[in-house]
Structure formats: C-alpha cells, structure tokens
C-alpha cells in the first residue's frame, strides 16, 4: 500500500515560475526522499531529508519537512521543460528496510 | 554505462505464461530491490536482497511470484501462470549497504503486459 499522498495529482505552470508539490505520510519516518520519474523510465533520487531536519536546499530544488503534521513540500525554482515528470515522495521508518512511495505528482512545464 | 540493468525492456505475455525478467545492479551494491508500479501510482514493494539472502517479502508477492539472487551479484523475478492483474512495470533498485536505503538507484524497468 501507498504510504502517502501527493497534491496535486497533476501540476502544469509556464517555463520560468515555480512548482510546488506536498506529500503527506502516514507513520512516523525516519526519513523522507523526493524521487523523479520521467515517462516510461526508472526513478531518480533528488533529495533526502532527516526527521530531525526541516528545510534543505539542493541547487533548485528546496524541500521543507512537517513531523508535527506529516507532511513535506518540493519547491522547484526557475522551472525548465526538463522539468517535466513525475515526482514522488518516499519514506522509511525505523527498523524498517525498504522506501514506500507516495502516488506521485505529475508536473507538467510549459515552454 | 555502469548504472542498474534490466532486461527486458518490454515483455508481451499470454495468460497464463511463465515470465522472467533480470536486473543487474550497480557492481559492489550489497542491497537489490524489487518494486511493482501500475499506471498512475507510485512503486509498490514486493523484495528485497542483502547479498544473496531474501530478507523481507511484501504481501503483494503472490505464490506465483519467486524472486533471486544466486550469487549475490545479478537478480530474477519470476511470475508464474501470469494474469492479466500482472500487468505492471516492474522496477530493480540498488543500494550500497552503507547507505541502506538512503538512496536508491533505479533501473529503467521492464513494462509487463498480460493479454
């Protein structure tokens, strides 16, 4: 089963503007990732934030994190074209092996 | 291109039919793992390998499904007497041990499709 949910579902914005996705998860985590899947291929890990952290910044990309609320949003800056994906939230939880995915927010940039 | 592997790309199956698709992980990568993605949701666990050994199953991960990996080194999932409800891509991802599950490498999957 899913762990959490992405709003939106499906995103479009001009080239140039910022994108803004949320995840809310279910269970307390031990981390929480943002992953990129472009049509048809494999993901592509973006970012990783701890529990213990609540923002962090990687190029243009910044992701904020809410335990008291369960929730973390992807902040794209200066969109481009090759933006344009699926993204994906996922966590793990203590003592816990493996990643469960959120069900994706589709971003769509227009040139 | 020394990333994660997998083959087929594409498989058309019958009902019924017998299917194995492989991955090969990025060399020196200890974890392996397997994950089921059906259009419009975000990848489902089904395995996964430290090494050679299997060491969580999901319930999603029917008696028909068997999943190895030998030598510690490349991976098979088998799906047997498939159903159309098989249809799925079907993702392998690694990990170095060190970094658990961090960060996972992805493969490009291989698209399942039962008629």
């Known amino acids: 089963s899913q762990q959490g949910e992405e709003d939106p579902q499906a995103l479009s914005i001009q080239e140039g503007e910022n994108a803004t996705m949320n995840c809310s998860y279910k269970?307390?985590?031990?981390?929480l990732q943002w992953y990129r899947q472009n049509s048809g291929r494999g993901l592509v890990h973006l970012i990783l934030i701890r529990s213990n952290e609540r923002e962090k910044h990687s190029g243009r990309l910044r992701v904020t994190l809410d335990t008291s609320k369960k929730s973390s949003s992807l902040l794209i800056t200066a969109s481009r074209a090759a933006d344009t994906a699926s993204y994906f939230c996922?966590?793990?939880?203590?003592?816990?092996?493996?990643?469960?995915f959120g069900t994706g927010t589709r971003l769509t940039i227009i040139p | 291109d020394t990333g994660v592997s997998q083959d087929p790309r594409h498989k058309i199956t019958k009902r019924g039919q017998n299917v194995t698709f492989r991955c090969d992980p990025i060399?020196?990568?200890?974890?392996l793992y397997w994950y089921r993605q059906t259009l419009g949701q975000g990848p489902e666990f089904l395995t996964y390998?430290?090494?050679?050994?299997?060491?969580?199953k999901s319930r999603l991960l029917s008696d028909r499904f068997s999943a190895e990996r030998p030598k510690g080194s490349f991976s098979t999932l088998e799906i047997q007497r498939t159903e159309q409800g098989d249809s799925a891509m079907y993702l392998c991802a690694s990990s170095p041990l060190r970094q658990g599950t961090e960060k996972l490498f992805f493969g490009s999957g291989t698209q399942l499709s039962v008629l």
């Open positions: 390998f430290q090494n050679e050994a299997q060491l969580e």
């Open positions: 996922a966590t793990d939880y203590f003592g816990n092996e493996k990643l469960t």
């Open positions: 060399s020196e990568h200890n974890r």
């Open positions: 269970t307390s985590i031990n981390n």
